[in-house]
């Protein structure tokens, strides 16, 4: 429930960039997720594209878009992520992952986290 009025919330803000809240969002060239591996302790920061999809270990995982506040590009990015386990062949997750609370919808995976710590900006 807490993930799906999650998306619900993420979902108006896309749908709606200037709305009463007047935040205005932009689209970013990709996003720079973190991945946990429980077991061992390791952690990599992976940069991908929007409609890249990586392996990290059993999962696939896809960045669909990445958003961020036009006035303040350092601040507090959105992105819509799918995540496949290979070897369960089904899906994880999909849904918005916001950078600045990650536990707010968050990848529930017995060995892997992932999650979103901001966009990447195209340079211009």
Known sequence: MRGLLAALALAAMVAAPGSAQGVRTADGAGALLRTLDKTSGEVIDVEMTVGQTMAYGSLQ???HECRYPEANPAGDAFGLIQVVDT?????????WMVASSPALNA????RYDVWLLRCLIARR
Do not use: K
């Open 61 to 63: 995982v896809t960045l």
């Open 87 to 95: 070897r369960e062949l089904r899906e994880v997750f999909a849904g």
């Open 107 to 110: 990848l529930e995976h017995r």
